[in-house]
């Protein structure tokens, strides 16, 4: 999956000085960052309306746009994936991959040395079941 998103990354960096009129990056970058966020959060709230009401194939598609338009932020933010993927493993390595950190400092586990965190049982990766594997009723 990381190496898609990153070859999205770069045809955006490459497509962004391109002509707005025909490039929509183009235009998006030329709109400024809050067009951008303003995009994403659009794509954010179809994907959730698509997944309460069960349409699969709309969040796919809506989806792929979703990301696109993360991408697009992340490029004139200045963020590259691999910060991303960076602060996923930061993160795996506190809670588990299948966790979010959570806002309050105080509900933060402390950070152990090396030494002692290897002698500490890791939360197990959870595995998301395949959709093909998924029954509908």
């Known amino acids: 999956m990381s ?5 999205l990354y770069l045809a955006i960096i490459a497509a962004k000085d391109l002509d707005p009129a ?8 030329q709109r400024g960052p809050a067009k951008m966020a303003k995009k994403l959060a659009e794509e954010a709230i179809e994907v959730v309306i698509d997944a309460v009401n069960g349409k ?6 809506e989806s792929a746009d979703l ?5 697009v932020l992340w490029a004139s933010s200045g963020v590259r994936p691999e910060d991303v993927w960076r602060e996923m493993e930061r993160r795996e390595h506190l809670l588990g991959i ?13 950070v152990m040395p090396k030494a002692a965190a290897s002698r500490v049982a ?6 998301l079941e395949s959709r093909a594997a998924r029954k509908r009723h």
């Open 3 to 7: 190496d898609s998103l990153e070859r």
């Open 22 to 29: 025909t490039s929509r990056t183009a235009r998006l970058f």
């Open 56 to 61: 699969t194939d709309a969040v796919i598609r």
């Open 67 to 71: 990301l696109y338009n993360l991408s």
């Open 98 to 110: 299948a966790e979010k950190l959570p806002k309050s400092p105080l509900k933060m586990p402390k």
């Open 122 to 127: 890791r939360r197990p990766i959870v595995a």
